[in-house]
């Protein structure tokens, strides 16, 4: 959401930087998430995308989430009529904090 990113403290912004979403170790009975530690950085890699194909992939993934669970809820077609309407969608769902943060000139 827009508030998340168009307000956020430097402290944050590391935490949201730093984090692992799915940490794999073999021998964990449980894989959760986890912060790196900023003190054992020594080079950061900044890889830029373009906007719109992040927008698609974060499609992509959220298909594949719902497809694996069968959720009958996602009323999302994959295809390209599917990912308009899902777009459509986030924009309403979106405007109304976008317009708060960015108000129209």
Known sequence: ???EYATATLSYFIHKCTYAPR????NAAL????????????RIVHL???????VVALFHGKYKVHHRKNDSGWKYNYNQEGFRKWCRDLDRQFLPQ????????
Do not use: C, W
């Open 1 to 3: 959401p827009p508030s």
């Open 23 to 26: 940490y794999r170790h073999p």
């Open 31 to 42: 894989n959760a998430g986890m912060n790196y530690d900023t003190s054992v950085v020594n």
């Open 48 to 54: 830029i995308r373009d906007p719109f194909d992040n």
């Open 98 to 105: 976008k317009e708060r943060l960015f108000p129209p000139q």
